[in-house]
């Protein structure tokens, strides 16, 4: 099996969860139509007290369906959109992408990979202990953020599941993934 999108989920709230809807839609440049992180500028609570005019490089979160795996064999309740991602993916290591990464999702959608989510306190507010459960350590010690993948939109279209992703990388030399 390829790579796929699972699950779609938006919300126009700022929350924690996202509703899981039969599509979405991506706007060039903007994100997730209708989404309340969407914009050209950062959207994010925390991000927006410190700058409001820091560009927006968290416009579309993902997640791979693998760590709902993991998760719900540790004893948490997480589903699709549970954890505010926008797309659920299988079969992709998207923790292993290099920045700059482009997925091809579905016909026309084009997502750039632009840095790793770093985990917050608001999921331990949704289960305890799940922030730490999405941390973990590598054989030298360095962190380890399991939480998904952020990008932006280079080129908009619907997503829904069922979409084939087709991993485009940028040339080398490939960076590793940092926390955006």
Known sequence: MGAIVTAVAASAAHGFSKQVRPAI???QGEGVEGDAHAGVTVRHRSRVKVDPTQPNL?????IHGELHDELQAAGFNV?????????TTRGIDLLGLP??????????????VTGLRNPCSQLDHYQKGLTA????????????????VM?????????RAGDAIRVALPAPPHLPLERV
Request: positive net charge; hydrophobic residues 50%; charged residues 15%.
């Open 79 to 87: 589903a699709e959109g549970t954890m505010g991602e926008n797309i």
């Open 58 to 62: 968290r416009q579309v979160h993902l």
């Open 25 to 27: 839609v991506l706007r």
């Open 99 to 112: 920045r700059g990464a482009c997925l091809h999702i579905g016909p026309q959608a084009v997502v750039q």
């Open 133 to 148: 459960a999405v941390l973990g350590r590598d054989a030298a010690g360095g962190l380890i953020r399991k939480a998904g």
């Open 151 to 159: 990008g932006i939109v280079l080129a908009g279209g619907a997503v």
